[in-house]
């Protein structure tokens, strides 16, 4: 199975900026951003395909950019214009299958890693 790393949670104030990474240990056709606030529910925050397609949650549509390398096998989050409703902790999943519109429901993703927390003050 894929193993999966996050890293570059942080403590930001409220308009600041955080760029989250995700290694890989082999080649992904389809992951994603999840994010988990306490008490709340896991939600899909933005996910790409091997073709670059990409869906975000309407919450961070225009503020967060989700990105990645296939030839090192690293995805990235830059989270610009941060609000404090973004504090949560940030997971990387992978998918089994490369769909033409990446999926945000977390059911459809096989493999997680551990999170990176961020935490956004106002």
């Known amino acids: 199975q894929v193993q999966l790393r996050e890293s570059g949670g942080d403590s930001v104030q409220a308009g600041g900026s955080l760029r989250l990474s995700c290694a890989a240990s082999?080649?992904?056709?389809?992951w994603a951003w999840f994010r988990q606030a306490p008490g709340k529910e896991r939600e899909g925050v933005a996910a790409?395909?091997?073709?670059?397609?990409?869906r975000y949650a309407d919450s961070v549509k225009d503020r967060f950019t989700i990105s990645q390398d296939t030839g090192v096998n690293t995805l990235w989050l830059q989270m610009d214009s941060l609000k404090s409703e973004d504090t949560a902790m940030y997971y990387c999943?992978?998918?089994?299958?490369?769909?033409?519109?990446?999926?945000?429901?977390?059911?459809?993703?096989?493999?997680w890693g551990q999170g990176t927390q961020v935490a956004v003050s106002s």
């Open positions: 082999r080649d992904i056709y389809s």
């Open positions: 999943a992978a998918g089994l299958w490369k769909w033409a519109s990446p999926p945000l429901g977390p059911s459809n993703y096989a493999a």
């Open positions: 790409i395909n091997s073709d670059n397609n990409t």
